[in-house]
């Protein structure tokens, strides 16, 4: 029996390009585990009225580690009008299966790192004021709350009238007041003092057992009071806990301006879940984009790791597939990493690192060209053929395994 049992969930589009890809590298690095194929995404809406099917919930629950692709959702009635004809209007409405999932296993820490490969095409460079750029080195970790905030999901266009009753009472609600209902739209903020005492807990620690320097929490407590303000306060008092690490403070739209300015300033992030979403959408644009965009979503026994690009599905259909799977490879280095398994999620890392210094093997993203069919005769690199150059410097190192500690960040 293998050691582990990982519950692969490629979903939609060109999640079923890259997993696969992501699952030989795992093979490679003789990762002792077992893949379980679980179903999610369009195809399951369509048919079962349901994007996350009870059966893929019980093998989750059941195993604790999944591996997801992407998936594609569409709004209300575009989804609606997509259901096979036995299941329309018997009153199935479209959820997104991540979101569903998140909360189903209360996968309340998102992790996302955003860390530059040195060599990478893409990498943020800044105009240097003699003359000339420089490319100042991205080593970024943000923690986002992934359960509470505004994607809760309490939210109504219509309120029902004891929501609006309650909102009367609120000196703040007087502009709104007369507003009629179906003009109304409302999506709550909601923090609870627990999650937000756990994801700024769990940033910290990160930091201390990575060596960062900082943690920046990143909200905007001037405005948002409360919530943000709830943040704010339990941040500052998990620092007390780790007294070698500084802990700042940033607002975010002041934060989306100066990550463009000193990214290099910034170590662990730490917000809420919309915040969150943002800031390290915004600090992945600096290290490669959406095809080096990795996050772990854990909980306190699940743990599903994934790309951080949705299914892509002008690319899907492509054959031979031309997306970036190094975006995938790293969401497997990332469950690597979770399970203790730090050597072999080093020999993927240090593998995908050196393509990219060596910069001969280049999909299309990385060389800034349009993608499509002609992305592979203007010389970019196919999603299986980056595969093969990763999975060749891994099969290097391991010939030579004195070689596997020459990280860069090492
Ligand atoms: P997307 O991430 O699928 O693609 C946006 C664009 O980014 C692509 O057209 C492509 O140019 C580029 N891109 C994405 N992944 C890439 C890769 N691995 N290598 C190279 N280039 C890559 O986002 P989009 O187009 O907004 O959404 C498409 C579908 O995916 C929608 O149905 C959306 O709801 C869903 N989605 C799902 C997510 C998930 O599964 N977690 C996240 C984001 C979107
Ligand atoms: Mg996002």
């Known amino acids: 029996?293998?050691?582990?049992?990982?519950?692969?969930?490629?979903?939609?589009?060109?999640?079923?390009?890259?997993?696969?890809?992501?699952l030989r590298l795992l093979k490679a690095v003789g990762?002792?585990?077992?893949?379980?194929?679980?179903?999610?995404?369009?195809?399951?809406?369509?048919?079962?009225?349901?994007?996350?099917?009870?059966?893929?919930?019980?093998?989750?629950?059941?195993?604790?580690?999944?591996?997801?692709?992407?998936i594609t959702s569409k709004p209300k009635k575009e989804a609606e009008a997509e259901l096979k004809p036995e299941l329309k209007g018997k009153g199935y409405s479209y959820f997104s299966p991540i979101v569903t999932m998140r909360q189903r296993f209360h996968l309340d820490t998102c992790i996302r790192p955003c860390?530059?490969?040195?060599?990478?095409?893409?990498?943020?460079?800044?105009k240097k004021s003699g003359g000339g750029?420089?490319?100042?080195?991205?080593?970024?970790?943000?923690f986002r709350q992934n359960t509470e905030g505004l994607y809760a999901g309490v939210e109504w266009t219509n309120p029902p009238e004891a929501v609006r009753a309650a909102l009367a009472t609120h000196p703040k609600f007087k502009p709104f007041a007369a507003t009629p209902?179906?003009?109304?739209?409302?999506?709550?903020?909601?923090?609870?003092?627990?999650a937000a005492r756990k994801i700024c807990q769990a940033a910290f620690e990160w930091a201390r057992k990575y060596g960062y320097k900082s943690v920046t929490i990143c909200e905007k407590p001037n405005v948002l009071r409360e919530t943000s303000g709830m943040m704010e306060d339990e941040a500052k008092a998990v620092a007390k806990q780790y007294p070698a690490i500084a802990l700042w403070s940033t607002n975010i739209d002041a934060q989306t301006m100066w990550l463009t300015k000193n990214p290099e300033d910034y170590a662990v992030v730490v917000a809420s879940n919309l915040f969150g979403d943002v800031i390290s959408d915004a600090f992945a644009g600096l290290v490669?984009?959406?095809?080096?965009?990795?996050?772990?979503?854990?909980?306190?026994?699940?743990?599903?790791?994934?790309?951080t690009h949705g299914s892509a599905p002008k690319y899907a259909e492509l054959d031979p597939p031309i997306v970036n799977p190094i975006a995938m490879f790293l969401s497997a280095v990332m469950l690597l990493e979770h399970v203790g398994e730090t050597e072999k999620a080093g020999r993927i890392r240090d593998a995908i690192a050196a393509v990219v210094k060596e910069g001969k093997v280049r999909t299309y993203d990385m060389m800034r060209i349009t993608g499509g069919a002609k992305a592979i005769s203007q010389g970019a690199a196919s999603t299986v053929q980056m595969t093969d150059a990763v999975l060749a410097?891994?099969?290097?190192?391991e010939?030579?395994?004195?070689?596997?500690?020459?990280?860069?960040?090492?």
């Open 115 to 126: 860390i530059s490969f040195p060599g990478n095409p893409l990498n943020f460079i800044r």
């Open 31 to 70: 990762f002792d585990a077992e893949y379980i194929h679980a179903a999610i995404g369009w195809e399951c809406w369509r048919n079962e009225g349901n994007a996350l099917p009870e059966r893929t919930v019980e093998l989750l629950a059941k195993h604790q580690l999944g591996l997801f692709g992407a």
């Open 181 to 194: 209902g179906p003009d109304l739209a409302i999506s709550v903020r909601i923090i609870t003092r627990a």
């Open 399 to 410: 010939d030579v395994p004195c070689a596997v500690s020459g990280r860069e960040s090492a």
């Open 288 to 307: 490669g984009g959406l095809g080096f965009a990795a996050s772990g979503n854990i909980g306190d026994e699940v743990a599903v790791f994934e790309p």
């Open 1 to 22: 029996m293998a050691r582990y049992t990982v519950v692969t969930m490629p979903g939609d589009g060109i999640g079923n390009q890259v997993l696969p890809e992501a």
């Open 393 to 397: 410097k891994v099969e290097a190192v």
């Open 133 to 142: 750029f420089e490319e100042p080195i991205v080593n970024v970790v943000i």
